[in-house]
C-alpha cells in the first residue's frame, strides 16, 4: 500500500439522513477521529445533513444535529457515505426531493475531485448518479444483486470488503466500513498510525481482504 503523506488537513464530511445505520457512520468516523488525535491536524471531520435540522438514526434510536447542512459545509476533499436498512435505501433513490438536493451536491463534488467513500448499502443509494459507472463496486451482500441490476454499467464485485477505485471506496457490510476506513488512514498517514488505532480498539483489522 502506497503511503501518501499530506501535510494538508483534510476535510471529511459523513453524510448523515433519517435512518441511516449507526455503525456505518460511527465506525468510520471514530477512525478518522482517532488518526486526528494520533496525529493531530490529519483531518477535520464533520456531519453535513440536507438541513441543520436534527435526524434520527435507524430504529430511531439516536438524534443526530448535523454540523453543517449542504450550503454551509465546508468545501470536502472526501464525502463519508453510510448505509441504511434497503427499504429505506429504495425510498430515498426514488424521492426526486433527495436526488435534486443531497445526491446533486454529492455528484457536483465528485465532479469536482472530491473522493466519495460508501460504507454498506451507502454505495446503492449513487445509483443513478453517474458516479459508479464504469467502476468496480461492491455493497453489503444482501443487496449485491439490486445494486447489478440499478447499475448495469459498473462490475459488481462479490466476498470482497471494500473496493479502491481512488476516486471512489465502496465497501460490503457495516463493519467492512472500518476496514476501509483504516485502509484509507493507512494509505494517508502510514501503517504505524493504523496499528495503533487497531490497539485503541482492540479490533482485528480485515486488512487482506481487498480488490483494488
Same mark, same amino acid.
Given at each position: 500500500?502506497?503511503?501518501?503523506?499530506?501535510?494538508?488537513?483534510?476535510?471529511?464530511?459523513?453524510?448523515?439522513?433519517?435512518?441511516?445505520?449507526?455503525?456505518?457512520?460511527?465506525?468510520?468516523?471514530?477512525?478518522?477521529?482517532?488518526?486526528?488525535?494520533?496525529?493531530?491536524?490529519?483531518?477535520?471531520?464533520?456531519?453535513?445533513?440536507?438541513?441543520?435540522?436534527?435526524?434520527?438514526?435507524?430504529?430511531?434510536?439516536?438524534?443526530?444535529?448535523?454540523?453543517?447542512?449542504?450550503?454551509?459545509?465546508?468545501?470536502?476533499?472526501?464525502?463519508?457515505?453510510?448505509? $441504511?436498512?434497503? %427499504?429505506?435505501?429504495?425510498?430515498? &433513490?426514488?424521492?426526486?426531493?433527495?436526488? /435534486? =438536493? !443531497?445526491?446533486?451536491?454529492? +455528484?457536483?463534488?465528485?465532479?469536482?475531485?472530491?473522493?466519495?467513500?460508501?460504507?454498506?448499502?451507502?454505495?446503492?443509494?449513487?445509483?443513478?448518479?453517474?458516479?459508479?459507472?464504469?467502476?468496480?463496486?461492491?455493497?453489503?451482500?444482501?443487496?449485491?444483486?439490486?445494486?447489478?441490476?440499478?447499475?448495469?454499467?459498473?462490475?459488481?464485485?462479490?466476498?470482497?470488503?471494500?473496493?479502491?477505485?481512488?476516486?471512489?471506496?465502496?465497501?460490503?457490510?457495516?463493519? $467492512?466500513?472500518? %476496514?476501509?476506513?483504516?485502509?484509507? &488512514?493507512?494509505?494517508?498517514?502510514?501503517? /504505524? =498510525? !493504523?496499528?495503533?488505532?487497531? +490497539?485503541?480498539?482492540?479490533?482485528?483489522?480485515?486488512?487482506?481482504?481487498?480488490?483494488?
Amino acid at each position: 500500500m502506497k503511503h501518501e503523506q499530506n501535510s494538508k488537513t483534510m476535510n471529511v464530511a459523513f453524510l448523515v439522513y433519517d435512518q441511516v445505520e449507526v455503525l456505518d457512520l460511527n465506525g468510520p468516523l471514530d477512525v478518522f477521529v482517532k488518526a486526528n488525535v494520533i496525529q493531530p491536524d490529519s483531518y477535520d471531520c464533520f456531519t453535513v445533513g440536507k438541513t441543520k435540522e436534527a435526524i434520527y438514526t435507524e430504529a430511531n434510536t439516536m438524534a443526530v444535529i448535523p454540523t453543517y447542512d449542504l450550503q454551509t459545509c465546508p468545501k470536502p476533499d472526501m464525502i463519508v457515505i453510510p448505509g $441504511a436498512n434497503p %427499504d429505506y435505501i429504495m425510498k430515498y &433513490i426514488q424521492d426526486k426531493d433527495f436526488e /435534486e =438536493t !443531497v445526491l446533486k451536491w454529492i +455528484k457536483n463534488h465528485y465532479d469536482a475531485g472530491t473522493v466519495v467513500f460508501t460504507v454498506c448499502t451507502g454505495s446503492m443509494l449513487l445509483s443513478g448518479t453517474g458516479i459508479l459507472d464504469g467502476h468496480d463496486i461492491t455493497t453489503h451482500s444482501m443487496l449485491l444483486d439490486v445494486l447489478e441490476q440499478y447499475n448495469p454499467e459498473a462490475n459488481i464485485f462479490r466476498e470482497v470488503r471494500y473496493i479502491d477505485q481512488e476516486q471512489l471506496i465502496t465497501t460490503a457490510g457495516i463493519t $467492512a466500513g472500518i %476496514d476501509a476506513a483504516l485502509y484509507l &488512514i493507512g494509505k494517508h498517514l502510514g501503517q /504505524e =498510525t !493504523v496499528d495503533t488505532i487497531v +490497539k485503541l480498539f482492540e479490533y482485528q483489522n480485515n486488512k487482506a481482504d481487498v480488490s483494488n
